[in-house]
């Protein structure tokens, strides 16, 4: 793709972008939301035409008119949000609109038998063919959707985020079959914020900002913090804000908590958090991180152990409890627990705050100027980028949808808040907005506990670092002590004995 121009009504989307893939490559495309990376894959896609600029396929120019054009040349787009059809199986959805057969009938068994030899091709051999794609769990359904393109006689696989939704475990596995295609000859593009991913598995990348290519490089010969400052533009050491509020701890706590348990999953876990302090809490996947903060908002069941408030004992079984006592969480899964999509960004704002915007305790009518104005204030504060406060939040980048409910719970003015991987799924960019944002937060004196499986973002943020292992708060680790090294061994239940062993 050869210096590639969009416009839209009133933006120009792409700049003059470039981006060339060789054959047999797993080749990153890297850069912030709205860095362009979106418009030039759909542009390569079909969906979109470019107003300048050319494309070359195998050293042939094309122009591909519409999503099938480019399917017809081995152009195969994965989004983030599948295409599968839940109510089809498997081989339904792999050969949907193209079922081998005759005019007369479709032949099922041709169907079924080609697509179990292209999961077989990859190594996929515990997915039913004949099975209804609604019964699979999210990870198999990605690697459905990958089969699928296979199903085309490939040349190019873009992938937008496809490991967002996956563990570990299902990441390697499906790093795996992306390198048995790699293997054939094809390209494949592969869209992701998550940089790790980038630095062990691809070998070149192109970064975009503000859509104009900045540089392709040889990932081989290059770090995490040199693609951070490609991306957004400045140091990677000015990146965390970490330590920047440091001073404005208080000698009282503003919450304490002793004894807690959550079941199984977190036992006789105590701890203090201070006004203006962030704690960062981290562990192995199900150590019981999640659980801790999700019990101190209300949400957990069989939850035992005291809670304080300013030094009162507080009785927290719902949300209700938690926010009458000054506490909010924002969980891991702000789409479907923390936002109203459809509803607009000033009323996910003030929904929890709407009785303050009453025209009267007697006239159940609302104030909408005073609760725009209100929304308004926050949005700046937060930085939200939108067009106007009544876009819907579904319209929104994922970092701008964390600080939606940031600004939601600001408004109703709560001084301890509980973060659940908040720069989860989000760019660099937003990442570093977020921590911006936690720094002034706890400047302001707001008590802040953020929970992360990102040892780099729990490293760069914390005053202090809790770490559970196996349900337990197992280590405590002030500022100088946090560094790599102690953190993955209190990760791994590593404990050095009087020798140091």
Known sequence: MKDITKRFP???????????????????????????????MKILSGLYGADE?????????????????????????????????????????????????????????????????????????????DERVSGLPLAQRQLVEVAKALSHDLKVLVLDEPTAPLNSED??????????????????????????????????????????????????????DELIEAMIGQ??????HAGSHRGAVSIDPALQVRSLSVGARVQDV???LYPGEIVGVTGLLGAGQNELLRSL???QEGVNGTVLRQGREMRIRSPRDAIDAGICLLTENRKEEGLILEMS???????????????????????????????????RKVGITLRTPNS?????????????????????????????????GIDVGAKAEIYRMLSSLATEGKAIMVVSTDHNEILGISDRVFVMYKGRLSKVLSRAEAGAESLLAAIQGWHKDAQGR
């Open 53 to 129: 600029g050319r494309i070359t396929l195998d050293g042939r120019d094309v122009s591909f008119r519409h999503p099938r054009e480019a399917l017809q040349k081995g152009v195969v787009t994965v989004y983030q949000e599948l295409s599968l059809l839940p109510n089809l199986t498997v081989a339904e959805n792999m050969f949907l609109g193209r079922e081998p057969g005759n005019i007369i009938a479709l032949d099922g068994r041709a169907q079924r038998r080609r697509s179990r030899e292209i999961l077989d091709q990859i190594g996929i051999e515990d997915i039913d063919v």
């Open 235 to 240: 140091k990677a050491n000015a990146f965390y």
């Open 171 to 224: 990441t390697e596995h499906l790093f795996q079959i992306l390198h048995r295609i790699r293997k054939t000859g094809a390209s494949i593009i592969f869209i992701t914020h998550r940089l790790r991913e980038v630095l062990q598995h691809c070998a070149r990348g192109t970064i975009l900002r503000n859509g104009k290519t900045v540089t392709t490089v040889d990932v081989a010969r290059t770090t995490e």
């Open 10 to 40: 009133g933006v120009l989307a792409l700049d003059h972008a470039s981006l060339s893939v060789q054959g047999g490559e797993i080749h990153s495309l890297i850069g912030q939301n709205g860095a362009g990376k979106s418009t030039m």
């Open 345 to 379: 960004v000033k009323e996910n704002i003030t929904l929890p705050s709407l009785p303050a915007f009453r025209r009267s305790r007697l006239w159940p009518l609302l104030n909408n100027r005073k609760e725009r104005a209100a929304a308004l204030d926050l949005i």
């Open 392 to 424: 819907r939040t579904r319209t929104l980048s994922g970092g701008n949808q964390q600080k939606t409910i940031v600004a939601r719970w600001l408004l109703s003015n709560l001084d301890v808040l509980l973060f659940i991987e908040p720069t989860r």
């Open 270 to 272: 105590s701890f203090d």
């Open 297 to 299: 908002f209300g949400i």
